[in-house]
């Protein structure tokens, strides 16, 4: 495996598969009552998070204290980021200070692979959401819920059908998802509005549609993604409400499903926008599982990214 | 190389070291066997099976150590192998963990660890299939299934019929 994690495509399939099987030990380790590992006893990891987020940055924290790495949590609000510092100076910063790995989210698309590539330190890189571009770790811990819910003990997911609805063009959840579900075997389809959809779509190797309800029946695993507005500096919609109307699910269209569908959603989620209140909190939505997964599938790469010798 | 133990040695060895354990323990009302994957888990089967036979039914599960190495830094990260803990859990509880070969002792005191983390054990005990000496840390085995003395520059290979095909135990030198 390599050093970094800044994509869903920097894993093959058996590596991915690997951090998959790793998690769900990890699972059976921490049922068995042990909740505290020594493995990366004297590792530190820095949390650099220069955009907000909540599930994330405390899944990855998390991780890193079960296996009783040091975390250090750098948010860009109220650092020297906001004095104007560079990413190059707060990464030599990092450097200094010994960290081993750096789990990343920058509102720039690229900004984790710059920062690997960069020479700047030694760490590992974990792109924890870069832009509009990747989040594998979320990829991860979906694949992780999918092969749990369907008793998919080998994650080859061949023949599952996985949609994934909303925001395809802001999602770096998409990216990751559409990048490791084929790898696994899914058939993907995504799901949105033309403007909502980027330009080469069709080269993902995907099927895509404009229309949720004909789409809906066939799935097995119903994606949803958020509206980012902190994204849209446009017009990508007339209304919210339309918005809703055509692509959010709500309870009507949650009867439709298949009765072993899931629902999922990378959170937060916009309720009564992409998502309904009853969809949300159905007995199909493993939103929550989704949540308690992450953090063994971030445990399982910080171990397989820090546990063994360098360069080995 | 050259075969130490075959099929009918190992299983007379198990069988001793189910009676031993019975006696120690007085019976198996408080036992529970923990093999350490993967051959040790097997053994581990293997010994409760007949630990049934002789005196009443065991708990028995695995205990995958790697989380718990010392040596990790020193080679390329391993997958996991399964943890199972049986549903009495093991607190108060007599615990006779298993494994194929005592070499070093570290995978032992990697157990040892990782049992700490669980629970508060009344003992722990140790049975092995095969011992071969070399110890780098303070720690011995309490059932042995055969002392083998070795040097430093051969290895001692078990075979079991679960993941091997065979049952046997070979010793040959290291290339």
Do not use: C
Request: net charge neutral.
């Amino acid at each position: 495996m390599k050093n970094h994690l800044l994509s869903a495509n920097d894993l093959s399939r058996e590596e991915a598969i690997t951090i998959l099987t790793t998690a769900r030990e990890l699972r059976r380790v921490s049922d068995g009552g042990q909740k505290k590992l020594p493995t990366l006893r004297g590792r530190a990891v820095v949390n650099l998070f220069f955009e907000d987020s909540t599930r994330t940055r405390i899944s990855f924290e998390s991780a890193a204290k079960r296996l009783s790495a040091d975390v250090i949590n750098f948010s860009a609000k109220g650092s020297s980021v906001s004095k104007g510092e560079s990413l190059k100076d707060t990464a030599q910063t990092l450097q200094a200070m010994g960290a081993d790995a750096v789990v990343i989210r920058h509102g720039a698309s690229g900004a984790a692979q710059r920062l690997a590539d960069s020479g700047w330190i030694s760490a590992s890189v974990i792109n924890a959401g870069d832009g509009t571009h990747e989040h594998p770790t979320q990829a991860l811990l979906d694949a992780f819920t999918i092969g749990e819910k369907f008793g998919l003990d080998t994650y080859d997911f061949t023949g599952l059908k996985v949609g994934i609805v909303g925001d395809i063009l802001h999602s770096r959840v998409a990216r990751s998802n559409v990048l490791l579900l084929k790898k696994l075997g899914a058939e993907v389809t995504v799901i949105a509005p033309p403007t909502l959809l980027p330009v080469g779509v069709e080269l993902w190797g995907v099927q895509v549609s404009y229309d949720f309800d004909a789409a809906l029946k066939e799935l097995d695993v119903v994606m949803m993604l958020r509206i980012q507005s902190e994204r849209m500096h446009d017009l990508f919609f007339p209304s919210a409400r339309e918005y809703s109307r055509a692509y959010g699910l709500d309870v009507a269209r949650l009867s439709t499903l298949k009765s072993k569908a899931i629902v999922m959603h990378p959170g937060p989620m916009n309720r009564g926008l992409e998502i309904s209140a009853e969809s949300a909190d159905s007995l199909q939505s493993v939103v929550l599982a989704q949540v308690t997964n992450g953090v063994l599938v971030r445990m399982s790469v910080l171990y397989h990214l820090l546990a063994g010798a360098v360069n080995a | 190389m050259s075969r130490i133990l075959d099929s009918g040695d190992i299983g007379r060895a198990l069988k001793r070291i189910a009676h031993e354990i019975i006696e120690r323990n007085h019976g198996t009302s408080q036992l529970t066997i923990l093999g350490i994957p993967t051959r040790g888990a097997f053994l581990g089967e293997r010994l409760a099976t007949i630990l049934a036979e002789i005196d009443g039914p065991t708990p028995v599960g695995a205990l995958d150590i790697t989380l718990h190495r010392d040596d990790l830094r020193l080679r390329p990260p391993r997958p996991l192998l399964p943890t199972v803990i049986p549903p009495e859990g093991i607190e108060g509880r007599q615990v006779v963990l298993v494994d194929d070969v005592l070499f070093s002792g570290r995978t032992i005191r990697a157990a040892l660890d990782a049992l700490g983390e669980i629970g508060r054990p009344a003992s722990v005990q140790l049975a092995v299939l095969v011992d071969r000496g070399h110890r780098e840390l303070p720690i011995r085995a309490d059932y042995v299934g055969k002392n083998i003395p070795t040097s430093a520059n051969e290895s001692i290979k078990v075979s079991l019929l679960e993941v091997d095909g065979e049952d046997g135990v070979d010793i040959e030198a290291r290339s």
